[in-house]
């Protein structure tokens, strides 16, 4: 069955840096487009990041675009997200999904990992 588990949330200060990642299983990752979205306290879930799984082209939400970099190795069957110059407001639980680039886009892919919190302190 397909299972998405994220790692390396943590406590940060602000200004710092965290590279989650997402280890994928019972699926080939690289068939697939993966992303990561984030939910704050009291409010909604938003799109952070996402990778097409044929040419590895990327997208980012304006409020981490040259702060945050998605990548996969697909060898691993794992995708990262490197989050630099970490803001207060970059404070969430992050969570990776995956299904096809609309479904992703449309913020309802299929298959979630159960998240990962970051904290970023002032």
């Known amino acids: 069955q397909v299972q998405l588990v994220e790692s390396g949330g943590g406590l940060v200060q602000s200004g710092g840096s965290l590279r989650l990642s997402c280890a994928a299983s019972g699926f080939t990752l690289g068939y697939y487009a993966i992303g990561w979205f984030r939910q704050a306290p009291g409010k909604e879930r938003e799109g952070v990041s996402c990778i097409k799984n044929n040419d590895g082209s990327t997208y980012y939400a304006d409020s981490v675009k040259g702060r945050f970099t998605i990548s996969r190795d697909n060898a691993k069957n794992t995708v990262y997200l490197q989050m630099n110059s970490l803001k207060p407001e970059d404070t969430a639980v992050y969570y990776c999904?995956?299904?096809?680039?609309?479904?992703?886009?449309?913020?309802?892919?299929?298959?979630w990992g159960r998240g990962t919190q970051v904290t970023v302190s002032s």
């Open positions: 999904a995956t299904d096809s680039l609309e479904r992703l886009v449309a913020g309802t892919p299929s298959y």
